[in-house]
């Protein structure tokens, strides 16, 4: 099991999937992890999307994690189908202290000061940034990263390819959440492999 700052720190982009389809879910998972993207969120918005963690683990060279987990019941579902971790949209203190207790890689979510403090109470300095354009955008961030100069942040959330690289500039952001490398429907593996590609040459020198 890898740490969250590991995992945040081994690509640019982690692509942030709602696939609707788990038998779309292994050539999408083949694709990116070709095009260079290891660390995979596959958010709990859909049906399939337990079916889709399982099948995704099965790729050789994926790190397949859990989004949108809410609560602890999300956390143990995600867990049951191989997620090796655990992105939240917020931070509550059950699924905090449940994450915690499972030792799994968790990222929770943080919008402002009084959310970072939360997570600092609890012992995490790793943090996604969301809903980061709507949370105020580069300027929020910029203002948050003064006080907090040891937390570390995956920005998520209205980011496009075009925009990866002025949050990826940060100091304090060590990767970005993106959904435009997997477009939604069925999938297209060479669009996905190339969207990929490009998106991993973001990464931070």
């Known amino acids: 099991m890898t740490s969250i700052d590991a995992l945040m720190r081994s690509v640019a982009v982690i692509p942030v999937l709602v696939i609707e389809d788990a038998a ?10 070709e095009g ?8 709990l918005r859909t049906p399939a999307a337990l079916d889709v963690i399982r099948e995704m683990s ?25 997620a090796k971790f655990i992105v939240s949209p917020g931070l509550t203190a059950p699924l905090t202290e449940a ?39 580069l300027k929020a961030i910029k203002a948050l ?16 390819e075009a925009t ?10 060590l990767c970005v959440g993106g959904s435009w490398v997997v477009k939604p429907g069925t999938p297209d593996v060479a669009a996905i492999r190339k969207a990929a590609e ?7 020198h």
């Open 24 to 33: 779309h879910a292994e050539p999408i998972a083949r694709a990116l992890v």
């Open 36 to 43: 260079g993207l290891t660390a995979l969120e596959v958010t």
């Open 58 to 82: 099965r790729v050789e060279g994926a790190v397949v994690g859990a989004g949108t987990v809410l609560n602890p019941r999300d956390l143990d579902a995600a867990l049951g189908a191989g």
């Open 99 to 137: 994450a915690q207790a499972n030792g799994v890689p968790y990222l929770p979510g943080v919008a402002n000061a009084a959310d970072i403090m939360r997570g600092l109470d609890h012992g995490l300095d790793r943090f996604k940034f969301f809903p980061a354009e709507a949370a105020g955008g």
């Open 145 to 160: 990263a003064a006080p907090f100069g040891q937390v570390r942040l995956c920005p998520t959330g209205g980011i496009t």
């Open 164 to 173: 990866a690289p002025d949050w990826l500039a940060q100091d304090c952001v």
């Open 198 to 204: 490009a998106a991993s040459l973001l990464r931070k």
